[in-house]
Nanobody, 122 residues
Framework: QLQLVESGGDLVQPEGSLRLSCAAA????????MAWFRQASGKEREFVAI????????LYADSVKGRFTISRDNPRNTVDLQMNSLKPEDTAVYYC???????????????WGRGTQVIVSS
């Protein structure tokens, strides 16, 4: 399993931007993927975005498409989530996760970070 540590969460005003980063320590398989999930208070954890370990394939939840961008820097073992045009409904704890396959299902991710809090409010 990988050790994943998220950073970058903060309080931001609506329509603002924020960049989250996930640092991975450990062996990353050439296959598989890394993703961001989020969990708002009182709600289930939901998929946000995913990127293949090769970095050539990405997928986004409909709710963030066009506003969020996932990227990775393989030499540095980091995966970032650039979030623009933030809305109050984006408020949640954001988690980084790693899977050995391409999937948006949380159960298939065997490494998780502890999360970073994002609050979108005026």
């Amino acid at each position: 399993q990988l050790q994943l540590v998220e950073s970058g969460g903060d309080l931001v005003q609506p329509e603002g931007s924020l960049r989250l980063s996930c640092a991975a320590a450990g062996r990353i398989s050439t296959d598989g993927s890394m993703a961001w999930f989020r969990q708002a208070s009182g709600k289930e954890r939901e998929f946000v975005a995913i990127i293949s370990n090769g970095g050539t394939r990405t997928l986004y939840a409909d709710s963030v498409k066009g506003r969020f961008t996932i990227s990775r820097d393989n030499p540095r073992n980091t995966v970032d989530l650039q979030m623009n045009s933030l809305k109050p409904e984006d408020t949640a704890v954001y988690y980084c996760a790693a899977s050995q396959i391409w999937t948006t299902g949380a159960r298939a991710f065997d490494s998780w970070g502890r999360g970073t809090q994002v609050i979108v409010s005026s």
